[in-house]
Each structure stands twice: as structure tokens, then as C-alpha cells.
């Protein structure tokens, strides 16, 4: 399937795919969308990341998405890529596949048998693989809105648009009396798929978001992941940088939420 060919095409470049055919998703229409409805926000997979950045409903009801989206490749990347594609293209250091994990969102998939939706954490399987059967489609994504929480996105990459090295997603709700009541923690760049550490998560939760307590959660995440050493950097230093990033998403996401609390 092509959706905007920013990881096809040079996959396909590189001899790393080779598909007996391409079936091109750009003229149909009805994948290109942002409908909030209720206290749901459903987008289309072909609609473009670009497109996401600037909408009005999304800066309202899902404003850590928009703040991701800002970190995906380049602007002529994110005018052509869309969410869809960059899903179910399962990169696990991207943002999208992360962010989508910590927003606890639903993803809808249509094929042969039917339709059927299931969550972000069922829908990655592993590097560059989703749960998607070879007849399947992704429709796209259900969000429950999040403009009750703060929020906040923190990467380390080797250079501006590169995929992270290690990238950190936050979110925290807080009560009237100041205590977090919802606490979400995701990284992608330290495993196979995107991760989220219920260790920090419940550390915070029924707590104040001290500093002292997010250094707390901050260090459990840390020894918690268990990433692989690669070409660019070792396990030990993506393991330093999931303390470091996670302590700063907390710090600015708990922020936020006693903004809009």
C-alpha cells in the first residue's frame, strides 16, 4: 500500500522491499479526516501529518499530539507522510507509534473478514510490524481527548528529523487537590515497539508531582527498559537517556496539568 512513500519508497530504494505491486491509497478520499465527536477525536490514515500539525481541533483536544508531530522528519516529509502510513510502517523509534501508545489509542482496520479495532499496544508486534493481516487495511485512529491533561514529548536524535535515539512521552492529569489521578509514560527507541512503563505510571499516581517524586518515577522507568546496544550508541547511554528524558516529559507534562486542571 502506498500512503505518502516517505518510508516505501526509500525502503524500495534500497532493495529492502520489493513488492510485486503497489497499490496506491491517494485517491481515496474518504481516509483523509479530523472529526471530534463527543469525547472522541478520529483521524483518517491519509491524512496528512502536515495537516494534523496546523488543525484547529487538534491544538484543542489533543495538544501532545500536535507537539509530536512537530519532531516527524521534515516539513516536506510531514507534508507528504501521513498518520496512517507511518503507523502501520511500525518504526519503534518513531513518535507516532509512541504517542499513540500513551494516548491509549484505537486503531480501526478493515479487510475480508470484516472490520475490527484494537488498541495501539495490540497493534505493534515488533520492529517495522503490526498486527495488520496481509488483506487488511488501516482505516485510522479513535483518540479519547486529553485536554484534561498536560502533556509533553522529549527526544534526543542525532541530528534535527532523525529518528530518536530515545524518545519520551508524558502525560498527567491532576485532581482539585493537587495529586495526580492519571499518569501515562511512553518511550519508543528502547525496544521493538513502543513502551510503557506502569512502574513509573503508578509511582505518580495519588502522589503530588514533586520533583522529588518524578525523579523517583524517572529513575524506575530507567530500570525498567532493557534496550539493545546498535551502530550509534550503547545500551547503557539509551538507558541514561530514558531517566533524563523521562524526568523532563514529566516535569513539563505535570506542569501543564496544574495549568488545566
Do not use: C
Not at 15 to 33: E, K
Not at 74 to 101: F, K, Q, Y
Not at 104 to 109: G, R, S, V
Request: glycine share 8%.
Amino acid at each position: 500500500m502506498l500512503a505518502g512513500g516517505q518510508s516505501l519508497i526509500p525502503m524500495m530504494n534500497f532493495r529492502i522491499a520489493t513488492p510485486s505491486a503497489i497499490i496506491d491509497l491517494n485517491r481515496v478520499p474518504d481516509l483523509d479526516y479530523i472529526r471530534h465527536e463527543n469525547d472522541i477525536v478520529r483521524i483518517g490514515a491519509m491524512t496528512r501529518q502536515r495537516k494534523i500539525e496546523f488543525s484547529g481541533v487538534i491544538a484543542k483536544t489533543l495538544p501532545l499530539l500536535r507537539d509530536a508531530i512537530k519532531l516527524v522528519g521534515h516539513l516536506p516529509t510531514r507534508s507528504r507522510g501521513t498518520i496512517g502510513g507511518s503507523l502501520a510502517h511500525a518504526d519503534p523509534a518513531a513518535e507516532l507509534p509512541m504517542v499513540m501508545v500513551a494516548l491509549d489509542a484505537q486503531l480501526a482496520i478493515a479487510g475480508e473478514a470484516g472490520r475490527r479495532t484494537m488498541t495501539a499496544r495490540e497493534f505493534f508486534t515488533g520492529p517495522l510490524t503490526t498486527a495488520l493481516a496481509d488483506d487488511e487495511l488501516l482505516l485510522g485512529v479513535e483518540i479519547p481527548m486529553t485536554r484534561d491533561m498536560g502533556g509533553a514529548v522529549e527526544e534526543v536524535s542525532r541530528r534535527a528529523g532523525d529518528f530518536a535515539i530515545v524518545a519520551a512521552t508524558a502525560l498527567v492529569r491532576v485532581d482539585r487537590r493537587g495529586r495526580v489521578d492519571d499518569a501515562r509514560l511512553a518511550f519508543g527507541g528502547v525496544g521493538p515497539t513502543p513502551v510503557r512503563v506502569a512502574a513509573a505510571e503508578e509511582l505518580l499516581v495519588g502522589s503530588e508531582p514533586t520533583s522529588e517524586r518524578i525523579a523517583r518515577a524517572a529513575d524506575a522507568a530507567r530500570a525498567t527498559v532493557a534496550p539493545e546496544s546498535d551502530a550509534f550508541v550503547s545500551a547503557e547511554y539509551r538507558r541514561l537517556l530514558v531517566g533524563v528524558l523521562a524526568r523532563r516529559a514529566l516535569t513539563r507534562a505535570a506542569a501543564r496539568a496544574l495549568e488545566v486542571r
